[in-house]
């Protein structure tokens, strides 16, 4: 029921870019993907449930991207680079991203409970991952430096939080448009330069390791 499951999800996440989460009812999603209320049950268990998928996948795909552009055949502080300007462009469109970053989740999220202690183990293997909780952001942030490998993983992490800060305190446009900031746009020239810089300095050193 693999593909069920993905267009159950598929269904949330269209859900959310119309109505807040606790406006998202579970037999439209089951309609939106053509299956049964009974095969959403099964696989989530109930709205929490499916919640925490929702926020799971998003993770996973986070970390499977970060993946992707750091074994790309380029220079490593280059890969560093692309990934801090990939998480600034990804968080602009993709709040539930956003909110595992940054801890800034509001009431338009589904933002997940806990499955509560003591209760059954999902049937389903990808929920029981689920259910274990998605990661905060400490953790996440952890997960991704770890994607770098032991070398790099220190400049990862840099990279990750000039990233974040631009995340979490944008530039804004100056001018008339101030009126209607744009408040995840991409990461600027002079951000990615000051990225390079560092890591360049830090890896042309006699240590040849970011401290």
Not at 124 to 129: D, F, N
Not at 133 to 161: D, N
Not at 193 to 209: A, G
Request: charged residues 20%.
């Amino acid at each position: 029921m693999a593909n069920a499951r993905e267009a159950l999800l598929d269904a949330a996440l269209a859900a959310l870019a119309h109505h807040p989460w606790s406006a998202v009812r579970m037999a439209d999603l089951a309609a939106a993907a053509r299956v049964s209320r009974q095969t959403l049950y099964n696989e989530f268990g109930s709205k929490d449930g499916l919640a925490r998928a929702l926020v799971r996948r998003e993770a996973d795909a986070y970390l499977h991207g970060v993946r992707s552009l750091l074994a790309a055949p380029a220079p490593p502080e280059r890969n560093l680079v692309r990934v801090a300007e990939w998480i600034v462009a990804r968080a602009a469109v993709r709040p539930i991203l956003r909110a595992l970053l940054t801890g800034a989740w509001n009431e338009r999220l589904p933002q997940p409970r806990p499955a509560r202690p003591g209760a059954r183990p999902a049937p389903v293997p990808a929920q029981r991952r689920a259910d274990a909780g998605p990661p905060a952001p400490g953790e996440l942030v952890a997960e991704t430096a770890a994607c770098a490998g032991e070398r790099w993983a220190a400049g990862c992490e840099l990279a990750v939080r000039i990233a974040l800060s631009h995340v979490v305190a944008p530039a804004l446009p100056v001018g008339p448009q101030c009126a209607e900031p744009e408040s995840w746009s991409p990461m600027t020239p002079t951000m990615t330069r000051v990225i390079e810089t560092i890591l360049s300095v830090e890896t042309t050193s006699p240590r040849k390791t970011i401290p």
